[in-house]
């Protein structure tokens, strides 16, 4: 059965640190490239970071510098730490499976996703 379970989400203030972390099912996680997203109600879901099963990564421009994606293969899971925090990244944060990419370049999501997390970050 395939699963991604998200924890590590909740109410921070401004410039404080949250990690979060994805727990995944050991048939998706060792051959897939894995991810974390962010949505707020209204808008689309947006790519946060990714990284590949041998360790490279991508950060969308907005968390550059300041939130690390690390993956541990021996406990199939996915971390996302996410420090000097500012008010826009509160969001639900959501675990992907499976992120397409082509000759470096992003493509899309994969189809697996937990069901989220809520990070809010007070001023």
């Known amino acids: 059965q395939v699963q991604l379970v998200e924890s590590g989400g909740g109410l921070v203030q401004a410039g404080g640190s949250l990690r979060l972390s994805c727990a995944a099912s050991r048939s998706i996680f060792r051959s897939n490239t894995m991810g974390w997203y962010r949505q707020v109600p209204g808008k689309q879901r947006e790519l946060v970071a990714t990284?590949?099963?041998?360790?490279?990564?991508n950060y969308a421009d907005s968390v550059k510098g300041r939130f690390t994606i690390s993956r541990d293969n021996a406990e199939n899971t996915v971390y996302l730490q996410m420090n000097s925090l500012k008010p826009e990244d509160t969001a639900v944060y959501y675990c992907?499976?499976?992120?397409?990419?082509?000759?470096?370049?992003?493509?899309?999501?994969?189809?697996?996703w937990g069901r989220g997390t809520q990070v809010t970050v007070s001023s």
């Open positions: 990284i590949t099963t041998g360790g490279s990564t």
């Open positions: 992907n499976a499976g992120v397409l990419y082509y000759s470096g370049i992003y493509l899309s999501p994969g189809d697996y």
